[in-house]
């Protein structure tokens, strides 16, 4: 099993930025990639970045530009630096984990999920 405890979640004003933690504890041994997804309400889970074994990334188009997603293996944690947040990146953003050499963008690939934190951002 896999235990994976977000953080750095909170509330922000438009155009300003915070940095989301995404820590893994119990069986991480492998190779495994991390995501970040978000959920705003009455939306389904969306895609937001992604980072695989190698320190690929990909991103969704809505952050491709502000978000920046990265990895601490040696610490087991993935963060997601978020700059010039708008209004419609309020969510609660969630991360997972994936394992294997894959770049996972969907929902469906992912093994091991977070339960979440909130991020709003004021107008």
């Known amino acids: 099993q896999v235990q994976l405890v977000e953080s750095g979640g909170g509330l922000v004003q438009a155009g300003g930025s915070l940095r989301l933690s995404c820590a893994a504890s119990?069986?991480?041994?492998?190779?495994?990639?991390m995501g970040w997804f978000r959920q705003a309400p009455g939306k389904e889970r969306e895609f937001v970045a992604a980072?695989?074994?190698?320190?690929?990334?990909y991103y969704a188009d809505s952050v491709k530009g502000r978000f920046t997603i990265s990895r601490d293996t040696a610490k087991n944690t993935a963060y997601l630096q978020m700059n010039s947040l708008k209004p419609e990146d309020t969510a609660v953003y969630y991360c997972?984990?994936?394992?294997?050499?894959?770049?996972?963008?969907?929902?469906?690939?992912?093994?091991?999920w977070g339960q979440g934190t909130q991020v709003t951002v004021s107008s």
């Open positions: 119990g069986r991480t041994s492998g190779t495994y990639g």
């Open positions: 980072i695989n074994w190698s320190g690929y990334t």
């Open positions: 997972a984990l994936v394992f294997g050499l894959e770049l996972a963008t969907m929902k469906s690939q992912y093994d091991y």
